[in-house]
Structure formats: structure tokens, C-alpha cells
């Protein structure tokens, strides 16, 4: 079965940097896209990027710039480097994968991250 793990989560000062990973198993790439969402107290969860098994990128604008996803197969990991950070990007950020050809969608149980001086 699919099973999502992140981590990296912290807490970082405004204009800084932080890097999640997630762990995956279970998961063929070709047919599987993969994405990071957030979600901020008392707010809608929110798709931040997601990626494509061509490796197509779509970010959301309030990220567009300043996150980037990135994975490696060998490793079975998906990253997502965060850069410029600010107190609004505060949120538990959640990683997950949608198997495309049946449309099914698996969550991580996600890693707070909190910007903040």
C-alpha cells in the first residue's frame, strides 16, 4: 500500500529556508503525480505544487519563486525546497500523491513548519 512520511518541519525565522522531505513507498511513477499542500489554522487546506510523472511543476502563485519540488527515485523521496520564507507560509504542510489512473489520492500526516521571528 502507498504510505507517505514527512519531515523537516521547524521553526525559521522570516526570509529563511527550509527543506521537507517525503518518504514514500508503494507508489509506480508513471502513474503517479505527486504534490505538497499546506494548511494554516483556522484556513482551507491549499495546494501548493504538484508534480507530474513527466516531471511537469504547477505552483500555486502565493509560492511561485520562492518553493521548489523536486524527487529522487533512487531514494523514493520528494522534497520541497522553501527559500524567502514568510510568517504566512506558517502552516502544516502535508505531502501527498494521487494515483492517476484511478484517481485515488494518499495523504501524509504532514509536519508543522512555523515562521516566525
Known amino acids: 500500500q502507498v504510505q507517505l512520511v514527512e519531515s523537516g518541519g521547524g521553526l525559521v525565522q522570516p526570509g529563511g529556508s527550509l527543506r521537507l522531505s517525503c518518504a514514500h513507498s508503494?507508489?509506480?511513477?508513471?502513474?503517479?503525480?505527486m504534490g505538497w499542500a499546506r494548511q494554516a489554522p483556522g484556513k482551507q487546506r491549499e495546494r501548493v505544487v504538484i508534480?507530474?510523472?513527466?516531471?511537469?511543476?504547477n505552483y500555486a502563485d502565493s509560492v511561485k519563486g520562492r518553493f521548489t519540488i523536486s524527487r529522487d527515485n533512487a531514494k523514493n523521496t520528494v522534497y520541497l525546497q522553501m527559500s524567502s520564507l514568510k510568517p504566512e507560509d506558517t502552516a502544516v504542510y502535508y505531502c501527498?500523491?494521487?494515483?492517476?489512473?484511478?484517481?485515488?489520492?494518499?495523504w501524509g500526516q504532514g509536519t508543522q513548519v512555523t515562521v516566525s521571528s
Open positions: 501527498y500523491t494521487k494515483n492517476i489512473v484511478v484517481q485515488k489520492e494518499y
Open positions: 508503494g507508489i509506480i511513477f508513471s502513474i503517479y503525480t
Open positions: 508534480i507530474t510523472p513527466g516531471g511537469s511543476t
